[in-house]
């Protein structure tokens, strides 16, 4: 090995990979959401959902026991589980999640994505009116 190969690979930091734990979050927080919504249009009463028919039948056996697992699955994952970090070297870039490695000389470009729809200081409300527009005369059509 020469002396390039040695301080390409020297590990320079860190970081752990919280996408996994921000999804597996806003699931628990949807399902909440839901399931209180659901419970407060029958006044919290799990027997008149299963009896309403078959759509509160399968809510009642599939949708329940599907957001006791993701409280289950998101509470192993922060207590348990060993968390999963994306390594950075000069030459490349390691995601322990799948084995994946970016090497970072076959990167030519990159572009920051912003997903706003709340202007902020400056901006106009011209993407706002058109996501709105486009969603009321969707509905309107519908």
Do not use: C
């Amino acid at each position: 090995m020469n002396k390039e190969e040695i301080v390409s690979n020297d590990f320079l930091f860190e970081i752990e990979d919280k996408i996994y734990l921000i999804t597996q979050m806003f699931m628990v927080v949807l399902g909440s959401t839901l399931l209180l919504l659901l419970l407060s249009s029958y006044n919290y009463n799990l027997e008149k959902i299963f009896d309403s028919g078959r759509l509160g039948r399968l809510t009642v056996t599939i949708s329940i026991p599907m957001y006791i697992y993701y409280i289950i699955k998101t509470l192993y994952y922060i207590l348990i589980q060993k968390r999963k970090t994306i390594k950075f070297y000069p030459s490349h870039i390691l995601i322990s999640s799948n084995k994946t490695s970016i090497i970072l000389k076959d990167i030519k470009k990159m572009y920051k994505l912003k997903f706003n729809f709340i202007p902020g200081k400056g901006e106009s409300f011209g993407k706002v009116k058109k996501l709105v527009i486009s969603i009321f005369f969707y509905f309107l059509n519908f």
